[in-house]
Nanobody
Framework: QVQLVESGGGLVQAGDSLRLSCAAS????????MCWFRQAPGKEREFVGI????????AYADSVKGRFTISRDNVKNTVTLQMNSLKPEDTAVYYC?????????????????WGQGTQVTVSS
């Protein structure tokens, strides 16, 4: 398993930008598909976006498409979620997760490694 630590959350206003980072331990980071999920109070954890092992392919939830961008650095063992044009409905705890796989399935139950989460709060 890989250990994951998120950072970069905070309180921002609607329309602002925020950049989340997820640092991974271990020497096999490039073997993992990386995913961002989020969970708002009283709601289920939901998919935000995913990036393949080499970083050449991404996919996003419709709710964030065009506003959020995922990237990764397989040398620094990091994955980043750039969030632009934030909305109050983006308020949630954001988690990064890792899965040793090739496909883009994003069921949270398939991911064996999770970070502790970082809070993002967007005020209106």
């Amino acid at each position: 398993q890989v250990q994951l630590v998120e950072s970069g959350g905070g309180l921002v206003q609607a329309g602002d930008s925020l950049r989340l980072s997820c640092a991974a331990s271990g020497r096999t980071f490039s073997s993992y598909v990386m995913c961002w999920f989020r969970q708002a109070p009283g709601k289920e954890r939901e998919f935000v976006g995913i990036i393949n092992r080499r970083g050449g392919s991404t996919a996003y939830a419709d709710s964030v498409k065009g506003r959020f961008t995922i990237s990764r650095d397989n040398v620094k063992n990091t994955v980043t979620l750039q969030m632009n044009s934030l909305k109050p409905e983006d308020t949630a705890v954001y988690y990064c997760a890792a899965r040793a796989a090739f496909d883009f399935r994003s069921d949270p139950g398939l991911f064996g490694s999770w970070g502790q989460g970082t809070q993002v709060t967007v005020s209106s």
